[in-house]
């Protein structure tokens, strides 16, 4: 089994920056990707970006590139997502998910492994 933990949520005003944390810990060693999703109110699950455990692609929604940049600390089991230039509209709860299946991981139900979530709110 694998437990993730975020952290780094919090209020900020529109152009500002947050870097949100996952600690993963349990089963590390069988996480193939590790993944960035959020949900705002009202609304579906959506995939913002995703990383592989060890080396290959990173992928990233649309609607953040350019502004949001995922990584990760194999030595402290630690995924990040550093979110620039903050818009109003990415309000929500951030959710970090890890699988150990292949494939780019864009998809939500693909992720048995989530995080309790930590909310991020930009103020205009």
């Known amino acids: 089994q694998v437990q993730l933990v975020e952290s780094g949520g919090g209020l900020v005003q529109a152009g500002g920056s947050l870097r949100l944390s996952c600690a993963a810990s349990g089963r590390t060693v069988s996480i193939y990707r590790a993944g960035w999703f959020r949900q705002a109110p009202g609304k579906e699950r959506e995939f913002v970006a995703a990383?592989?455990?060890?080396?290959?692609?990173?992928y990233y929604a649309d609607s953040v590139k350019g502004r949001f940049t995922i990584s990760r600390d194999n030595a402290k089991n630690t995924v990040y997502l550093q979110m620039n230039s903050l818009k109003p509209e990415d309000t929500a709860v951030y959710f970090c998910a890890a699988k150990s299946a292949t494939g780019s991981g864009v998809n939500p139900s693909h992720y048995p492994h989530w995080g309790q979530g930590t909310q991020v709110t930009v103020s205009s």
């Open positions: 990383i592989p455990w060890s080396t290959g692609n990173t």
